[in-house]
């Protein structure tokens, strides 16, 4: 990494937003997350052929699919422009939109009640969604499958949960876990259609992420299983030697 370089590193394209690289943030041991080899992003259904060739440079061959099958049929990726490419559907299905729905049937909802279902979202990525989790580590763990990016519709709550996870396995403090995370308030163009007829103080909340959801989801793991290596171990397929592998092959 440049010295000065602001992280995250974004891969600007025409057709898809909050794109960028995990490599640059400091992990064990003082070492550093390399870069070109894992990527997120919000939805690819939208790639130009000037996307797909940028992609193509980057040398991905696998990308992980985090959508429902309804958004999947709904929106396509555009992705023939990429030989060679891998796709792996590791659905983790939305509930957000029903929820949303219902409370704003009630004529009473508020910003707060939004957050309230985006928080019960990310606790169900910590248990209910492992299994999506453990298949993208198994993923990098093996040889040929990187570079490797995952997405979902947005790439902001399913997808932001999936780099804090890997950032933690690689030794990054949470500091700068919550900071790539954050940048997506910044990198994200928001896709208007994810809050059609809501009003402003539902749709605000929505179309952002929040510190406290992804504080919330690790304040989960340590409850629930003590601590990070013991939910890494148990739900994740990540014990200690496959941790190892895995900070071996990302840090530098």
């Known amino acids: 990494m440049?010295?000065?370089e602001a992280l995250?590193?974004?891969?600007?394209?025409?057709?898809?937003?909050?794109?960028?690289?995990?490599?640059?943030?400091?992990?064990?041991?003082?070492?550093?997350?390399?870069?070109?080899?894992?990527?997120?992003?919000?939805?690819?259904?939208?790639?130009?052929?000037?996307?797909?060739?940028r992609l193509a440079t980057l040398g991905i061959r696998s990308i992980c699919d985090f959508r429902g099958r309804r958004e999947r049929a709904h929106a396509p990726s555009q992705l023939k422009g990429l030989r060679g490419v891998q796709v792996h559907s590791?659905?983790?299905?939305?509930?957000?939109?029903?929820?949303?729905?219902?409370?704003?049937?009630?004529?009473?909802a508020t910003g707060e009640d939004v957050l309230a279902i985006l928080r019960r979202a990310y606790l169900a990525y910590v248990g209910d969604h492992a299994a999506s989790y453990r298949a993208l580590f198994q993923l990098l763990l093996?040889?040929?499958?990187?570079p490797l990016l995952f997405h979902c519709s947005a790439g902001k709550d399913r997808t932001g949960y999936g780099a804090a996870l890997i950032l933690a396995a690689l030794g990054v403090s949470f500091e700068q876990i919550l900071e790539d995370y954050l940048a997506t308030n910044r990198l994200w163009e928001a896709d208007s259609a994810l809050a059609?007829?809501?009003?402003?103080?539902?749709a605000e909340p929505l179309l952002r992420v929040h510190p406290e959801l992804l504080i919330a989801a690790f304040d989960e793991i340590r409850g629930r299983f003590g601590s990070l290596e013991h939910y890494f171990a148990?739900?994740?397929?990540?014990?200690?030697?496959?941790?190892?592998?895995?900070?071996?092959?990302?840090l530098v």
């Open 234 to 250: 148990a739900m994740l397929g990540l014990d200690r030697a496959a941790r190892a592998r895995l900070q071996a092959r990302f």
């Open 196 to 202: 059609r007829d809501l009003p402003p103080e539902l």
């Open 90 to 108: 590791l659905p983790i299905e939305p509930r957000v939109g029903a929820s949303l729905a219902d409370i704003v049937a009630t004529g009473r």
């Open 8 to 53: 995250p590193r974004s891969v600007p394209l025409e057709g898809a937003s909050n794109v960028r690289d995990l490599g640059g943030y400091r992990g064990a041991e003082g070492r550093v997350v390399r870069f070109g080899m894992v990527f997120r992003s919000a939805s690819l259904a939208r790639l130009t052929a000037t996307d797909q060739q």
């Open 2 to 4: 440049d010295a000065g």
């Open 142 to 146: 093996q040889p040929g499958f990187t």
